[in-house]
């Protein structure tokens, strides 16, 4: 199996589970807590091959891949410039991006003696770095490990999703169990599978400060997705009333007056992971090959007191993978 590793999600979502354990009081007890916290889910999701705690794994680790961002998303800013623009008025991440970066630099550097892919590129985003890796190997197994929901977009019968805070797997047995919106009763509300998609582009992306279509909230989109492809209600507010089932003046507004096929213009170009990106014929480019030496790696894993990951468990997949790597060469 192919793994693919979020990053700098894993990296965030690392720091903020250990910052509120471990209550770091300077800048280098955060850098310990980032380093920490990114090596923690990076080695654990590698160790476990992609499953959650406790569960055993389904089959070997053949590749893996850490994609991270560098420098500020370029490309979606000129789509919408004001895409992650609330990021940098939040304190928080203003105080702790430094921390992070830092820690994903040393993180990256100290992965050359590891048997795995680190990809950086600048101004890329991590998103269309594993997209690209999809879509580039089309008949191996992927699993891809982040808790961004625009992943789910590329789930299919090769490719599943691994949200660690959840600890959840996500596939096609389990999409819509996990990714579908549920009513006040608990009944999910679904539509095909290949409008997933359109589903974001209605409800938008809070954490990517990426609004939705006025008035539509998850349980509306579903609906209207259930019913008909998305195009189908531009401009038909009748039509959007009776797969609603209610009157709502605000999305009926919306797919009336062109607001709705705007904003799901724009949305899906921001969000849409299966569009070839710009950086997709430069990926080898962007890719650094670590080569495998366990003493290095050893040494540096024992500095780091890395006490989240099962050291022999990590060092058996990372042994695998070296000896996949030699009988390749």
């Not at 509120?20 to 380093?35: G, N, Q, S, T, W």
């Not at 203003?94 to 680190?118: G, S, W």
Request: hydrophobic share 40%; net charge neutral.
């Amino acid at each position: 199996m192919f793994l693919l590793i979020d990053g700098n999600n894993l990296a965030w979502a690392g720091f903020y589970a250990l910052e509120r354990a471990m209550k770091p009081e300077d800048d280098e007890r955060r850098h310990r807590v980032a380093m920490l916290g990114l090596a923690g889910m990076v080695l654990g999701a590698i160790a476990r091959c992609g499953e959650p705690p406790g569960k055993e794994p389904p089959e070997p680790l053949t590749r893996v891949a850490i994609c991270f961002d560098m420098g500020r998303p370029v490309r979606r800013r000129e789509l919408y410039p004001n895409y992650q623009i609330d990021r940098e008025y939040d304190p928080k991440f203003v105080q702790n991006e430094p921390t992070i970066l830092r820690a994903i630099d040393e993180f990256a550097a100290a992965m050359h003696c590891a048997p795995v892919d680190v990809l950086r590129g600048e101004n890329t985003e991590a998103d269309d770095l594993i997209a690209g890796l999809v879509q580039a190997e089309p008949k191996a197994v992927k699993r891809i490990v982040s808790t961004d929901r625009d992943f789910l977009q590329l789930v299919g019968p090769k490719t599943s999703v691994y949200a660690p805070v959840k600890k959840a797997i996500i596939d096609q047995s389990n999409f819509f169990e996990m990714a579908a919106p549920r009513t006040s009763s608990g009944a999910i509300v679904t539509f095909p599978q290949e409008r997933f998609l359109d589903y974001r582009a209605l409800t938008g992306d809070p954490s990517d400060s990426v609004p939705g279509v006025p008035g539509v909230g998850p349980l509306s989109a579903a609906k209207l997705l259930a019913v008909a492809p998305l195009d189908s209600f531009f401009g038909k507010p009748a039509a959007v009333r009776t797969a609603l089932g209610r009157k709502s003046d605000a999305v009926e507004r919306a797919f009336a007056d062109g607001t709705a096929e705007r904003v799901v213009s724009r949305n899906r170009e921001l969000m849409d992971l299966r569009l070839p990106s710009p950086v997709w014929p430069r990926i080898g480019e962007m890719t650094s090959r670590g080569r495998w030496d366990r003493p290095t790696f050893e040494r540096w894993y024992d500095e780091q007191r890395i006490s989240a990951v099962v050291k022999e468990e990590l060092i058996r997949r990372l042994e695998h993978i070296a000896s996949l790597q030699e009988a390749a060469r």
